[in-house]
């Protein structure tokens, strides 16, 4: 994994407008395996990695501290309304963005009650969005980057200044370092659990230890006595039953016998309350009684009712319609009116408009004569203005020609006065092109030889400053020989000493006498194994036998005791009957004192009574003082017994795990004489000291052939240097021969060329004389003089000039008299074209004022008919519009008409029905009514308004009727209750066959359960103490083998606490020296790779408070090791950063981290050190690195070029800066 990209906004003090971008990819970190981020204390540098952390886990590495309570909205800067934290990284060669925002405040400013958090997880290179909830979020980044967030710590940001504080801490802070930094303090909590679990199964063999109690246990006779008295209670309770039953029966029936007396007297309250009731609702039964007679007539009432009710409503609808009639009949005669008002005005818009269409067509034609007219006229008026512009230009236009035709006559005369005066100029334009010719050549011939004096000059000097580059070449080919011979000298003395230090041979031997040392070191080593082990077998051997001889004593104290444990046992069960004898003779105190001498017992009929002179005297007391006394000792013994055998269980398991340890030690001394014979060493395994004599023999000789092929590798490497500078400057030699060769070549060739050069500058000068002399002759013909070379081509141009004015002024005359000549013609025709035009605009004024006459003469005639602002259409239009409006008004009031002759036919219509209606209802009543008559005449009632007054609305009826059922079932409800208890009463006189009463009854009863429940006690106290004594007898034969059983659950815990060290805490400190054994070697990895001159080693043998502690191997100093405390600040450096990477591999479970940063630990480093320390980073880059350290140390600043700079201002916000 390796960030590429680090992007946040509002992150505690870094607070920004914009994200701020920190790209791994950009050109400032190309090939840059180190950097620094710097700034002062407290500006924002760890901050940056608070980004990281936030972006990826959501998490903050300040805020898992146990007395820091703070969540990501503590992040956010202050101020500031959301923030943003984004990392793009790339694993396994895919590149992702992760993503986390906040906003504590809505669109309106407002501060959110909750703050709106967002996380987002995407693949860039498919653009697929991977999770954006927070649980899906977390589960991705793990699974993508195999690393919880714990492990990222570990694995990322390095704890290079958690382990130099863990090199200098002492023994008892250590281990808590340790687990802090590994975050292993699971294994704390395993030792306290197994600590717990061993004192609970101890608690539990000392509670079945307890169980063995004998004085609930019971003797034969106690038992067999209890057993008869058992069985002669169940018999009495057996003769109990019967009475019981029969005196059950009594009181039963005189229970019966209450309650039908009971029943009797409510059934007689339950009639006389119905009673009342009935009196109560008499008028309301009365009011339902004549309900009922008159609810026949009910309906033919309702029916008459409904009848009248419909002829009064047709009668109104019969009034309504007359009145609408008579509307109707006076809309009618209105309708008809304006109907025929409407048809007359129709006629008249008809006629009006047949009127108007012939003046239409006579004011169109007039329209049309006018507008022909007018546009006429406008034509005209346009043509006579333009003719007028025209004559007004042509006049102009031939006063200007006059004007030029006189310019031109002036200008031609002053050109043939100059023609005549230059006329010889045109001789010199045949002599010009020869002239031109020689000038040029004059001119060419002057600058090569400027050009050829100049390169000859200068072919001299560098001729000269050539001559001095061969001598100093040859001085210093002269010093590189010299040094070559010096060289070769030096090279073959270094031979000699290398051939007399032979290299190959001392690496070979040292190679052999590694291999010996590391032999003789396995040899030692398990020759201190072979000791140890010995020492334990002896000591094993004599436990053993120490454990025999305590056991074979424990079995012969144990076997002398059986004895007496039966003997204390039998005096006992003897003191026990004694004491049971005189309490059953006491027991019979009552019955002791009626007895007469010689007179029979009533209990036992015997005729003699020892107690009157034997056991009147006893005291049981004394007695119970013996069985306690016996049953004491009796105790005692058993305890002992049990304390032996304890003892020998506790032995046989010693001697058990002695013997099984015994056995595994004499294998491993076997494997051991084994190993060891393997290594094929001439020391017997038991002879150790020789072994370590024979390691630091070893030791010494590998140091001083490593001293040896030092020198001698020192010495190839000055002979390589040497050979390489020798090559180097015999290739310079031929360098210089072959620049000196050259050099000389082109001397000679630059030698040939300056003498040609000089004949040919001969040869220029002798041809320049005669050109110069031949101009001369030539030019002073015409009177002129031969010019300088400067000034030749002005004389040239001069000349040109001259023949080409001459030429020009030609042209121009020749253009004068033509131009002339074209302006007289052109005075002539504009003249012609005047006067024709004038002509034109006489005759066309003549044209336009006939027209206007003719153009009034319509518009006035047209106003006659219609006036001018109308036109034809708008009138056509009105004419028809009004038509129209004349037509829509006829067709309105005939359908008006219509509807209300339909109307009133329809009210007519409605008004027969009704009249018919109200025919049948009127028929209806009359029958109905006579109906009604015939059927009352049977009845009480003699009108319609006699039945309306006792018939009930249907709810009073409903009700009546549910209070009328309800007395009704009450009534038939008693009378079934009467009808059963008369029965019952007979049945229960039948069962009446005693005489007993219930007063005697009921204390024959109690007398009875009372008897019967004290035999029932006394039977469950005897159930109980012959339980008790069937537990105490099975648990006597079973407690032995749950102690032996529990023994061995105590042994196991007691065994694995002791694996663990024997404490709580040994568990944890075992597992820290494993985790920190596995750091070790991947330390060492990185170590290497660091520095290839040191290593860590754990001590094998460690006393207690020295499990953490581990040593610095120099392989520059013969394997010396020392303690790291005497380490340098840049060793410890080394050893530190080294056990960082080693946890940050263990961390990330061999994924690829890519970027590492340390946020710690420089500020304590000299300059010595610190350039070491950088030194040493900078090679991790050929690992595929990228180290940023977050530092304010100067020194630091000044080493490293790439920075990360965090500036601080004055608001107690930061800026970022990329140099």
Request: glycine share 2%.
């Given at each position: 994994m390796k960030i590429l990209k680090i992007e946040l906004q509002n992150i505690n003090s870094l607070k920004s407008e914009t994200p701020i971008i920190i790209d791994f990819e950009d050109e400032k970190f190309q090939d840059v395996g180190l950097y620094a981020i710097t700034g002062a204390t407290g500006a924002g540098k760890t901050t940056i990695l608070d980004a990281i952390t936030i972006a990826l886990y959501q998490n903050v590495p300040r805020f898992n501290r146990s007395n820091i309570k703070a969540g990501l909205i503590d992040v956010v800067s202050y101020g500031a309304a959301d923030a943003l934290s984004r990392v793009t990284f790339t694993n396994k060669n895919i590149r992702y963005e992760a993503q986390w925002s906040i906003r504590l405040t809505g669109k309106s400013g407002k501060k959110l009650s909750k703050p709106d958090e967002n996380v987002r997880l995407k693949n860039l290179d498919s653009e697929k969005i991977i999770a954006e909830k927070k649980t899906e979020f977390k589960v991705a980044i793990e699974n993508i980057t195999q690393l919880t967030y714990h492990q990222f710590l570990r694995s990322v940001m390095l704890a290079q200044g958690e382990f130099a504080a863990f090199l200098s801490a002492n023994a008892s802070e250590k281990g808590k370092l340790l687990e802090q930094i590994t975050g292993e303090d699971?294994?704390?909590?395993?030792?306290?659990?197994?600590?717990?679990?061993?004192?609970?199964?101890?608690?539990?063999?000392?509670?079945?230890?307890?169980?063995?109690?004998?004085?609930?246990?019971?003797?034969?006779?106690?038992?067999?006595?209890?057993?008869?008295?058992?069985?002669?209670?169940?018999?009495?309770?057996?003769?109990?039953?019967?009475?019981?039953?029969?005196?059950?029966?009594?009181?039963?029936?005189?229970?019966?016998?209450?309650?039908?007396?009971?029943?009797?007297?409510?059934?007689?309250?339950?009639?006389?309350?119905?009673?009342?009731?009935?009196?109560?609702?008499?008028?309301?039964?009365?009011?339902?009684?004549?309900?009922?007679?008159?609810?026949?007539?009910?309906?033919?009432?309702?029916?008459?009712?409904?009848?009248?009710?419909?002829?009064?409503?047709?009668?109104?609808?019969?009034?309504?319609?007359?009145?609408?009639?008579?509307?109707?009949?006076?809309?009618?005669?209105?309708?008809?009116?304006?109907?025929?008002?409407?048809?007359?005005?129709?006629?008249?818009?008809?006629?009006?408009q047949s009127e108007w269409l012939p003046k239409l067509e006579n004011v169109t034609k007039l329209d049309a004569n006018i507008h022909t007219a007018t546009q006429q006229k406008k034509v005209l008026k346009e043509t006579l203005q333009k003719r007028v512009e025209v004559i007004t230009t042509l006049k102009k236009s031939i006063a200007q020609k006059h004007k030029d035709s006189k310019q031109l006559k002036e200008k031609t005369s002053i050109l043939e006065d100059y023609l005549t005066t230059h006329k010889n100029i045109l001789l010199l334009e045949k002599e010009l092109t020869d002239w031109n010719a020689q000038l040029t050549l004059r001119k060419d011939k002057r600058e090569q030889l400027q050009t050829l004096s100049k390169s000859n000059n200068e072919k001299e000097h560098a001729l000269e400053k050539l001559k001095q580059t061969i001598a100093q070449k040859t001085e210093k080919l002269e010093v590189e020989n010299r040094r070559i011979d010096t060289l070769s000298k030096k090279i073959k003395t270094i031979g000699k000493a290398i051939l007399e230090n032979d290299?190959?041979?001392?690496?070979?031997?040292?190679?052999?006498?590694?291999?010996?040392?590391?032999?003789?070191?396995?040899?030692?080593?398990?020759?201190?194994?072979?000791?140890?082990?010995?020492?334990?077998?002896?000591?094993?051997?004599?436990?053993?036998?120490?454990?025999?001889?305590?056991?074979?004593?424990?079995?012969?104290?144990?076997?002398?005791?059986?004895?007496?444990?039966?003997?204390?046992?039998?005096?006992?069960?003897?003191?026990?009957?004694?004491?049971?004898?005189?309490?059953?003779v006491k027991s019979f105190e009552e019955q002791r004192k009626n007895l007469v001498k010689e007179a029979p017992c009533p209990l036992c009929g015997s005729e003699e009574h020892p107690y009157i002179t034997k056991y009147k005297t006893i005291e049981l007391s004394q007695s119970q003082k013996t069985v306690a006394d016996r049953k004491a000792a009796f105790v005692s013994l058993q305890d002992k017994a049990q304390q032996l055998e304890i003892k020998i269980a506790e032995?046989?398991?010693?001697?058990?795990?002695?013997?099984?340890?015994?056995?595994?030690?004499?294998?491993?001394?076997?494997?051991?004489?084994?190993?060891?014979?393997?290594?094929?060493?001439?020391?017997?395994?038991?002879?150790?000291?020789?072994?370590?004599?024979?390691?630091?023999?070893?030791?010494?000789?590998?140091?001083?052939?490593?001293?040896?092929?030092?020198?001698?590798?020192?010495?190839?490497?000055?002979?390589?240097?040497?050979?390489?500078?020798?090559?180097?400057?015999?290739?310079?030699?031929?360098?210089?021969?072959?620049?000196?060769?050259?050099?000389?070549e082109k001397l000679k060739h630059n030698t040939k060329e300056l003498q040609n050069k000089k004949i040919e500058q001969e040869k220029i000068t002798k041809a320049l004389l005669v050109t110069e002399r031949n101009l001369q002759e030539n030019l002073a013909v015409y009177q002129l003089q031969l010019p300088s070379i400067e000034e030749t081509v002005g004389f040239v141009k001069n000349l040109k000039a001259q023949i080409n004015t001459y030429k020009e002024k030609e042209k121009q005359l020749e253009q004068h008299k033509s131009e002339l000549s074209q302006l007289n013609t052109i005075i002539q025709s504009e003249s012609k074209q005047q006067d024709d035009k004038v002509k034109e605009n006489d005759q066309q004024q003549k044209d336009m004022t006939q027209l206007d006459a003719r153009l009034q003469q319509d518009i006035n005639h047209r106003k006659t008919i219609l006036p001018i602002e109308v036109t034809t259409e708008y009138k056509r239009k009105e004419l028809q519009n009004a038509i129209e409006k004349a037509k829509e008004d006829v067709e309105k009031s005939i359908i008006l008409l219509q509807n209300i002759q339909q109307l009133k036919a329809a009210s007519k219509k409605e008004q027969e029905l009704i009249k018919k209606d109200i025919e049948i209802l009127k028929n209806k009543?009359?029958?109905?009514?006579?109906?009604?008559?015939?059927?009352?005449?049977?009845?009480?009632?003699?009108?319609?308004?006699?039945?309306?007054?006792?018939?009930?609305?249907?709810?009073?009826?409903?009700?009546?009727?549910?209070?009328?059922?309800?007395?009704?079932?009450?009534?038939?409800?008693?009378?079934?209750?009467?009808?059963?208890?008369?029965?019952?009463?007979?049945?229960?006189?039948?069962?009446?066959n005693f005489e007993t009463p219930l007063e005697e009854a009921t204390k024959e009863k109690q007398e009875l359960e009372q008897t019967k429940n004290e035999l029932l006690k006394k039977t469950g106290s005897i159930n109980q103490k012959i339980a008790l004594d069937d537990q105490i007898r099975a648990r006597n034969k079973t407690v032995i083998a749950e102690i032996t059983t529990q023994e061995k659950i105590v042994y196991k815990w007691k065994t694995l606490l002791e694996l663990i060290g024997g404490s709580k805490d040994a568990f944890n400190t075992y597992v820290q020296r494993l985790t920190l054994q596995n750091l070790i070697h991947l330390a060492n990895i990185h170590l290497y790779k660091l520095n290839k001159r040191y290593s860590l080693k754990m001590k094998e043998d460690y006393r207690q408070g020295e499990e953490l502690n581990f040593r610095l191997v120099d392989h520059y100093q013969a394997e010396e090791t020392r303690f790291v405390d005497t380490s340098s600040g840049g060793e410890k450096f080394l050893i530190s950063l080294s056990l960082a990477l080693g946890l940050s591999d263990l961390a990330s479970h061999n994924v690829a981290i890519g970027s590492l940063f340390i946020d710690e630990g420089f500020g304590t480093l000299d300059n010595n050190t610190l350039e070491t320390v950088i030194a040493t980073l900078e090679t991790l880059q050929a690992q595929g690195k990228m180290i940023g350290i977050i530092s304010h140390v100067e020194n630091l600043k000044e080493r490293i070029s790439t920075q990360i700079q965090v500036f601080k201002k004055n608001n107690g916000v930061s800026e970022v800066m990329i140099i």
């Open positions: 699971i294994y704390k909590k395993i030792g306290e659990a197994i600590g717990a679990r061993k004192t609970q199964e101890t608690k539990t063999l000392d509670t079945i230890k307890s169980k063995i109690n004998n004085d609930d246990l019971l003797s034969d006779t106690q038992r067999t006595a209890l057993q008869k008295e058992q069985k002669d209670i169940a018999v009495e309770v057996s003769a109990l039953t019967p009475k019981g039953l029969q005196l059950e029966r009594i009181l039963n029936w005189y229970i019966k016998e209450g309650a039908l007396q009971k029943e009797k007297v409510q059934l007689e309250t339950s009639f006389e309350s119905l009673e009342k009731n009935k009196e109560t609702q008499k008028s309301s039964l009365q009011l339902l009684k004549l309900h009922e007679k008159a609810k026949p007539f009910k309906d033919l009432i309702i029916a008459i009712k409904c009848s009248e009710k419909a002829i009064q409503e047709k009668s109104v609808q019969d009034t309504q319609l007359k009145k609408d009639q008579e509307r109707l009949t006076d809309q009618l005669k209105i309708a008809k009116t304006k109907d025929q008002q409407s048809k007359e005005i129709l006629i008249q818009k008809e006629k009006a290299l190959t041979t001392a690496l070979s031997k040292q190679e052999q006498l590694k291999k010996q040392q590391e032999v003789l070191t396995n040899a030692n080593r398990i020759a201190k194994q072979y000791q140890v082990d010995t020492k334990t077998k002896n000591n094993l051997e004599q436990t053993i036998k120490g454990l025999k001889d305590a056991n074979k004593s424990f079995y012969t104290d144990l076997d002398s005791l059986k004895p007496k444990i039966e003997q204390s046992k039998q005096a006992v069960d003897d003191a026990e009957k004694i004491l049971n004898l005189e309490c059953t032995t046989e398991t010693s001697l058990k795990n002695n013997t099984s340890q015994l056995e595994d030690i004499t294998v491993k001394l076997h494997t051991h004489r084994n190993d060891f014979g393997i290594l094929s060493t001439n020391v017997v395994i038991e002879n150790l000291e020789s072994l370590e004599t024979s390691l630091i023999e070893m030791n010494l000789q590998l140091k001083s052939i490593g001293h040896k092929i030092t020198e001698a590798q020192k010495l190839q490497k000055q002979k390589d240097a040497s050979s390489k500078t020798l090559i180097d400057e015999k290739e310079k030699v031929v360098a210089l021969q072959q620049d000196i060769v050259a050099f000389q009543i009359a029958a109905d009514t006579i109906q009604f008559e015939s059927e009352i005449d049977a009845t009480d009632f003699n009108s319609i308004r006699d039945v309306e007054h006792v018939l009930l609305s249907d709810e009073d009826a409903t009700k009546y009727q549910a209070i009328l059922r309800k007395l009704e079932d009450i009534e038939l409800k008693l009378k079934t209750q009467k009808e059963q208890w008369g029965a019952s009463y007979i049945k229960q006189q039948q069962n009446k």
